[in-house]
C-alpha cells in the first residue's frame, strides 16, 4: 500500500496526493495500533476473568458476603498484574522464535556495520549528582577508548557535574585532569554553578549551550555502562530512521552482589528481551521513557519537550 502511494506521488507530482496518502497511513497506522492493545488487553482480561471465574468456587467457603467478594477483588487486581508480564513474555517469545519486529511485523533483517553508517556527530552525556567519582569516571573512559577504536572521531563524552560536596568535586576536577592529559580526548567536564532543575535541568542546560553541534545525545545515567558495540547500534539505528525521536535500550543489571541481586539480574537477563518485545507489540510508539540509556534526537527534543516548573 505504501509503494501504491509513493508511485502515485512520484507520477503525479500532487501535493494533495502526497498529503493525502500520507494522511491515510498515519490513519491506519492509529488504527492498528489500537487494535493490537484491544488485543493484548483482551486477553489480559480473559485470564483474569477465567481465574476469577474458578477462584469464586474456592471462596465459597467465606460465609461473610462483603468479605468474599473484597478477596475476589483483591484476587483480581493481583491477577492481572501476573498476567500482564505473562502475556508480554508470550508474546515476546512468539516474536523472537518468528524473528519478526514488534511493532512492523516485518521480518528483521541484519543492520550493516554501525560505523559503516554514521555520517552524524553523536554526544554522550551523563549527569551526575554526589556520585563515586572512580566509578563514574572510569565508565566513561572505558566507553570512550572503546568507541575510539571501533569509530574514532564520532563521538563526543559530556560529564555534567551538579555535585555539591566540595571533597567529591575536588576528585571530579583531579580525575578529569588525568583523562585529559591526552589532548585528543575529546571528553569534557562541567561543573554547574547552580543545580538549577537538578539532573533535568543539567541535561537542558547542556542542550541549550551545546545541542546545536550534535544530531543525536546519548543520555546515560551515573550507573550507567554501555558497550561500545551497543553506543554505535544506537546512533547507526536512529541515522537509519529518519522519523526515529527517540530509541532506548533494554537495561541489564551488572555487578549485583547479593543473593536476592544476582537471581534479579538473572532474571533480568533471561526475560527482559522477551518483555521488552511484548511491550513494544502492545505499546508502539507510546511507550514510556525513563529518562537514560537511550538515544534522542536532538533538535525536535528541544523544540518540544521542554516542560516548565510546576508550582511548588
Known amino acids: 500500500m505504501v509503494e501504491k502511494f509513493r508511485k502515485l506521488g512520484s507520477t503525479s507530482g500532487t501535493r494533495e496526493q502526497i498529503v493525502s496518502a500520507v494522511l491515510f497511513i498515519s490513519k491506519f497506522r492509529r488504527l492498528f495500533s489500537a487494535s493490537r492493545r484491544s488485543f493484548f ?129 575536588r576528585r571530579e576536577e583531579q580525575l578529569c585532569a588525568v ?16 543545580n538549577t532543575g537538578k539532573k533535568a535541568g543539567n541535561v537542558a542546560d547542556f542542550i541549550e549551550r551545546w545541542g546545536s553541534a550534535y544530531d543525536f545525545m546519548t543520555v546515560l545515567d551515573a550507573d550507567s555502562v554501555m558497550t561500545p558495540e551497543t553506543l554505535l547500534q544506537l546512533s547507526a539505528r536512529m541515522e537509519s530512521n529518519p522519523q526515529a525521536a527517540l530509541i532506548q535500550t533494554v537495561p541489564q543489571i551488572i555487578g549485583a552482589e547479593t543473593l536476592f541481586g544476582r537471581m534479579i539480574q538473572f532474571a533480568g537477563r533471561l526475560y527482559g528481551p522477551l518483555l521488552s518485545r511484548g511491550a513494544a507489540f502492545w505499546q508502539g510508539a507510546s511507550a514510556n521513557y525513563w529518562g537514560h540509556n537511550a538515544i534522542i534526537r536532538i533538535t525536535p527534543f528541544a523544540e518540544h519537550c521542554g516542560l516548565g516548573s510546576l508550582p511548588g
Do not use: H
Open 41 to 169: 488487553w483482551l486477553l489480559v482480561a480473559v485470564s483474569t476473568g477465567w481465574m476469577a471465574y474458578y477462584t469464586s468456587y474456592v471462596l465459597e467457603g467465606i460465609s461473610n458476603g462483603l468479605l468474599r467478594a473484597a478477596v475476589l477483588v483483591l484476587f483480581c487486581l493481583c491477577f492481572t498484574w501476573i498476567s500482564v508480564p505473562f502475556w508480554m513474555a508470550v508474546i515476546g517469545l512468539l516474536l523472537t522464535l518468528s524473528g519478526r519486529d514488534p511493532l512492523s511485523f516485518e521480518r528483521q533483517k541484519r543492520l550493516l556495520p554501525a560505523r559503516k553508517l554514521m555520517t552524524r556527530r553523536t554526544a554522550v552525556v551523563m549527569p551526575i549528582y554526589n556520585e563515586s567519582s572512580e566509578r563514574v569516571f572510569g565508565a566513561m573512559a572505558a566507553m570512550y577508548d572503546g568507541l575510539e577504536a571501533l569509530a574514532p572521531g564520532q563521538f563526543d563524552f559530556f560529564l555534567l557535574s551538579d555535585t555539591r560536596v566540595a571533597e567529591l568535586t
Open 179 to 194: 583523562l585529559q592529559e591526552d589532548k585528543n580526548r575529546r571528553l569534557y567536564y562541567r561543573l554547574r554553578a547552580q
